[in-house]
């Protein structure tokens, strides 16, 4: 056990609407047990996180959600927030949106938040897709081949320049309107697929881009988190190993294992020292067919799975960084390689899915043995659940009955055969059948015009794939 003052209380704030996100429960118990005050800035009710012991206060968010051009009702909600706790508190920004909000209301929160101070608009810039690749380029990073297409032609062009599928993102996924049927990355196995795709980034509100598709493998995904003092000095870093994911093969991390890997924490500490960052860091990898790690993602706060990342004392990132904002010594990390991180609703749904995978999705055979791929037996076997904790079993109970009360709905939907608000919809994988059970052939893309297109069918939640 290491030395840790915890007088100072801690708000931490999460602008998406995602009862289930196991990252701030982990954050509310990681501080709660060191006997720090903690608040949740989150959606009403706080969701499963609000039944914690550890949880001093739900507080509803602004009303209405945020607009990220005009933060002035966050900033008010931020205040009364203050008020009402009666001093100065660590200020902890749980998903992306909330990081860009704050760093560029860091200047007036400072009377009444001790919060990290990045580099002017860093935040937007590292979760900005498009700008993200072109700081991987100057700065000779890894990262997937990418085109930012300017119109649907040169979006179908790109599509098959890279190679088919490709993957598609939103520069700025913050900005999706709910209820779209947009997501954040999508699977495109078609050209024609990239110019629908294309002519709804009005609709999406940023750019699409493109991205060489890297295949999944056993040993292909790996992630890097880090927690900075000012400059990007260190506080406490490690990578780790994505050994299931939800969506299968796409989503984040439901089984996760911390293994050293010398060329994902070296691309983490670099890009920090070079941003200058400060504050917590979630950077996800892909291994590609010939070894190289290459940068996917910068998230500019904790990952959902920063618990993985507990030393044999517990200390964390989010522990780090609360000790460097109220001016504590970060001690230096003892042990922690070999923990597993096990989010269970998603780990289930994962292992059953990935056993049903159809084969032509199959994951890519893993890569030759190399760093972190094995471990002495010593340092295996220890597990550290999302939801479940003896000491704080009241959130787990919630999230049960919340994914209950979910499947019972959907069932009596399906029994009412009303629809799914918000339902993606593609293009049927399979082709119909003929009267007699024949299986009619696939038309080709090329289909004379004026054609009716065969109907559409209800994506799985882990493939989406547009046609």
Known sequence: MYAFDGQVPAVLLRLDRNPFHHGTLGAVRSLGRRGVEVHAVVEAGGGPVGRSRYLRAVHAGPAGGLDPEAPEALLECLVGVSERIGRPAVLVAMDDLSAIALARMAPVLTDRFRMPHQPEGLPARVADKAELARLCARWDVPHPQTVVPASGGEAARAAWRLGLPVVAKWSRPWLLPAGAGLRSTTLVDTAAGARRLYERSAEAGSRLLLQ???????????????????????????????????????????VGRWLPDPAVEEAGLRLAERLGYQGILDLDFRRDERGTVRLVDFNPRPGAQFRLFADDAGLDVVQALYLDLTGQRVPAPSGGPGRVFVAENYALLAAVRGRTLPRRAAAAPAPAAGPGRALPRGERGRVEAAWFAPDDPWPFLAMLGALLGRGLDKGARALRGVPEQGRRRVRAVRAPRRRGGERARTRPQSAAPGRQAPPEAPAEPDELVIR
């Not at 995904?221 to 050994?243: I, M, N, T, V, Y």
């Open 212 to 254: 060489r598709f890297l295949p999944a493998g056993p040993d292909t995904d790996w992630f890097f988190h880090g927690a900075f003092g000012r400059g990007g000095r260190p506080l406490l870093a490690g990578s780790g190993r994505k050994e299931l994911s939800w969506p299968v093969r796409t989503g984040l991390t439901a």
